[in-house]
């Protein structure tokens, strides 16, 4: 039996207002990853960017469903020459800067929003233990084809994981710690919401 995701129990509706409400919820997304994807946080050996963190919390909070179609979203919107993305700029952005080093993380981007999705619906987003656990495997799937581009790209005689995997590894438990935390607050502050209203 699945569980419904954080975003299904605010303003439940159906019909033409659930789907007023999804566009809202996908517009919300794509600007809070866009926003996040900017936000750099000075850290050893790299700094931390906060745009995995929007990714997987997109997941998390929306399911696999919209999830999937958020990322799209955002997707399109940086191939359309927006600069979205973490190392995007001015000059160098859309599908040329999609298609370069990061292209296999913006892959992973799509697969762990799919993966925390599918947690979530099974009550993982709840706790902070099963949180972890997910935003943990989200990572894994963002590394496995960003190594893997970069290998293609480069040749499999450089350091990959050395390049793309282990200066993210301590900035990455930070923000696993930091959604911990906060994600699973938000059933439970839903939850008293609930109890309180029934009583």
């Given amino acids: 039996m699945t569980d419904k995701v954080l975003a299904e129990t605010i303003g439940a509706c159906e019909g033409s207002a659930l ?9 919300f997304g794509v600007a809070l990853i866009t926003v996040f994807a900017k936000v750099s946080v000075p850290m050893w050996p790299v700094p931390i960017t906060m745009g995995t963190f929007a990714v ?11 999830g999937l179609v958020t990322v799209l979203a955002y997707m399109l919107v940086g191939a359309a020459g927006f600069d979205v993305f973490v190392g995007s700029s001015a ?8 298609t370069g080093s ?4 913006l892959i992973g981007y799509v697969l762990a929003t799919l993966t925390l999705g599918i947690f979530a ?17 989200g990572n ?7 190594a893997l581009w970069l290998g293609q790209l480069y040749g499999w ?7 793309g995997v282990a200066p993210f590894l301590l900035g990455d ?12 607050r938000g059933w439970q502050v839903l939850d008293r919401l609930r109890r309180s209203g029934a009583a």
């Fill in 19 to 27: 789907r007023v409400k999804e566009a809202a919820l996908v517009a």
């Fill in 56 to 66: 997987l919390c997109v997941g998390a909070l929306y399911g696999p469903r919209l």
């Fill in 91 to 98: 000059q160098d952005h859309g599908w040329r800067y999609m």
């Fill in 102 to 105: 990061t292209g296999g993380y």
């Fill in 121 to 137: 619906r099974f009550g993982y987003a709840r706790t902070p233990l099963k949180l972890a656990l997910a935003f943990f495997v």
């Fill in 140 to 146: 894994v799937m963002i590394y496995v084809p960003g």
């Fill in 157 to 163: 005689d450089k350091p990959i994981f050395a390049w």
């Fill in 173 to 184: 438990a930070v923000k696993i710690a930091l959604a911990a935390m906060l994600l699973p």
